[in-house]
C-alpha cells in the first residue's frame, strides 16, 4: 500500500491520479489534513495533519511507501516533516519518498535549509529512502503570465537568470515512477526540465501567445519588492520572491540534469507548451 500525503495539493492530487492508473484503488490511500477535500479522488481516504502527530500514526497503518509531500509553510516544515518521519517509523513503514529541493544539501537556495534538515532526519531515521530533488515548477508562474498579458509587463530581479522548470504533471509522474518501480531505494534524484529559459524568453512566449507586446523588466531588488508591495502582497511572500529571483540570478534554479525526462521515459513539458495552457485557461 502507497500513502500520499498532501493528497489534495497541487502535486499530491497528480500523484494519487497517477497511482490509480497502476495500482488497485485499494493500494493507495490519499492522505490529506481535510479529509473531505480528498473524497473524489477514487482512493481511500485518511486523515493525516502534519501537526497533529497522532493523526499520522493511523494515517500510515499497513502501508508499505509513503510519499512524505514537503509542507507548505515555511518555517514549520523541519518539525512537521519530521513528525511525519517517526509516524511513519512507528506504523511499520518501510521506505519513504520525498520532495526536496535543487542541490538541498549544498545548495545556498533559500528554500534550501529545511529540505536538507528533513533529508538528513530521514536518512538518520533507519527507513529506506528515495528523495526527490524537485526543480521549479512551471505554473509557479500563473500570476506572472497572466499579469504579463493584460499589462504587457514582466517584473522581476533575476537578471539573465535561467530557469529549467517543468510541469507539476511532469514530477508527478517521476513520483508515481519511483513509487511503483524498482531500484530506487537510498537513490538521490535531482529533477529538472529538459531546457532552461530565462524571463526575457518568458516575456517573448507571453507575447507571442497574446499577439500583443510583452517585455521584461528587470528592477533592482529593493524595487522589485517595492512593486510587489505595492501589488499588495504579504510582506513575507514579497522577500520570498525577491529571494528567489536572486536565486535565479546566481543560477541556482538553471541545470538541465536529464533525470526527470530520464524518470518519466520522455521530454519534460516545454515552457512555451505550459504558456499556452495557462493562457487558454485563465
Given at each position: 500500500m502507497i500513502v500520499v500525503t498532501g493528497a489534495t495539493g497541487q502535486l499530491g492530487?497528480?500523484?494519487?491520479?497517477?497511482?490509480l492508473?497502476?495500482?488497485p484503488a485499494d493500494q493507495v490511500v490519499a492522505a490529506a489534513r481535510t479529509p473531505a477535500a480528498a473524497a473524489g479522488l477514487g482512493a481511500e481516504v485518511r486523515e493525516a495533519d502534519y501537526d497533529r502527530p497522532d493523526t499520522l500514526v493511523s494515517a500510515f497503518a499497513g502501508a508499505?511507501?509513503?510519499l512524505l509531500v514537503s509542507g507548505s509553510e515555511i518555517g514549520k516544515r523541519i518539525a512537521q516533516h519530521a513528525a511525519v518521519v517517526r509516524a511513519a517509523a512507528t506504523a511499520g513503514v518501510r521506505r519513504v519518498v520525498y520532495t526536496s529541493a535543487?542541490?538541498?544539501?549544498?545548495?545556498p537556495l533559500v528554500l534550501a535549509p529545511e529540505h536538507k534538515a528533513t533529508e538528513e532526519i530521514i536518512r538518520e531515521s533507519g527507513l529506506a529512502f528515495t528523495i526527490l530533488r524537485n526543480g521549479w515548477?512551471?505554473?509557479?508562474?500563473a500570476d506572472?503570465?497572466?499579469?504579463?498579458?493584460?499589462?504587457g509587463a514582466l517584473i522581476g530581479s533575476a537578471g539573465d537568470g535561467r530557469v529549467a522548470s517543468a510541469t507539476r504533471a511532469d514530477y508527478a509522474e517521476a513520483a508515481v515512477a519511483v513509487l511503483t518501480g524498482q531500484g530506487h531505494e537510498g537513490r538521490t534524484y535531482e529533477l529538472s526540465g529538459d531546457v532552461s529559459w530565462s524571463y526575457q524568453d518568458l516575456a517573448a512566449e507571453i507575447a507571442a501567445v497574446t499577439g500583443g507586446e510583452v517585455a521584461y523588466r528587470d528592477l533592482p531588488a529593493d524595487e522589485h519588492r517595492a512593486a510587489l508591495t505595492a501589488a499588495g502582497l504579504p510582506a513575507p511572500v514579497v522577500e520570498l520572491l525577491v529571494s528567489l529571483d536572486g536565486d535565479i540570478a546566481r543560477g541556482l534554479l538553471a541545470e538541465t540534469s536529464g533525470e526527470l525526462c530520464k524518470l518519466i521515459g520522455r521530454a519534460t513539458t516545454p515552457m512555451p507548451e505550459t504558456v499556452r495552457e495557462l493562457l487558454a485557461t485563465g
Open positions: 492530487k497528480l500523484v494519487v491520479q497517477g497511482l492508473k497502476t495500482l508499505e511507501t509513503v535543487p542541490q538541498a544539501d549544498t545548495s515548477y512551471t505554473e509557479n508562474y506572472s503570465i497572466a499579469q504579463a498579458a493584460k499589462t
